[in-house]
């Protein structure tokens, strides 16, 4: 059964303070990990999608990194608008559904 | 603009009524999806279909059915034996099944009265 972890629950950072949020995934056949970005009483908002480790993406002040095990969505110097949950999900070899992780919420201090 | 229609934004369900979700695409996606998001927790497939007059059941399908006689629609209905209603409902569509770059609706909260 495939698993996604997300960690931390929750990180509050000061605007202009760059940091990391977490997914931990066990899959069979990785055939792509996807982030998402949700703001709250609305739905996801696709941001990424990584196939192979390795693989980096960018957009804005998000980049996603994808190792065998693990990616990072790293956020560089965020402003308020970034505030948001961010959701993991990986799409494995064994099936045609994504398994989401519980997300992390984000909040940015002006 | 394209895109995927969710409607109502909140529904109130009293016991023993089955109540309807609606789901509209212009997006011409062939595969349609419904999720329930309970907080604290990941989102949960409970139908999705890949084309028309076919769909299968998610990882928590039991007091839900769904029809899909059209390619732009998808509604979801939610029985009275779905005894723990109360959750934030979310349709999303897809290019193809197993193409799982998800478009989502803005989603329809249900609560029981």
């Known amino acids: 059964e495939d698993q996604v972890t997300q960690s931390p629950e929750a990180l509050r950072l000061q605007e202009g303070e760059s940091s990391s949020l977490n997914c931990s995934y066990t899959?069979?056949?990785?055939?792509?990990l996807f982030w998402y970005r949700q703001d709250p009483g609305k739905g996801p908002e696709f941001l990424f999608t990584?196939?192979?480790a390795g693989e980096e993406k960018e957009k804005e002040r998000l980049k996603a990194t994808l190792t065998k095990k693990e990616s990072f969505l790293h956020i560089t110097a965020p402003k308020p608008e970034d505030s948001a949950t961010y959701l993991c999900?990986?799409?494995?070899?064994?099936?045609?559904?994504?398994?989401f992780g519980k997300g992390t919420l984000l909040t940015v201090n002006p | 603009d394209g895109g995927i229609t969710q409607s109502p934004k909140y529904l109130f369900r009293k016991e023993g009524q089955n109540v309807t979700l609606s789901c509209e695409q212009n997006?011409?996606?062939?595969?349609m999806y419904w999720y329930r998001q309970d907080p604290g927790q990941g989102l949960r497939l409970i139908y999705y279909?890949?084309?028309?007059?076919?769909?299968q059941k998610g990882d928590i399908a039991e007091g839900y059915s769904v029809s899909r006689e059209k390619k732009e629609s998808f509604p979801l209905t939610v029985t009275s034996a779905q005894k723990n209603p109360t959750a934030f409902y979310l349709c999303a569509s897809s290019i193809y099944g197993g193409n799982e770059k998800l478009f989502f609706g803005s989603g329809t909260q249900l609560s029981v009265l």
């Open positions: 997006l011409n996606h062939d595969a």
């Open positions: 990584l196939y192979s």
């Open positions: 279909s890949q084309i028309v007059n076919d769909f």
């Open positions: 899959v069979s056949g990785l055939r792509g």
């Open positions: 999900a990986v799409l494995g070899g064994s099936n045609y559904k994504l398994t």
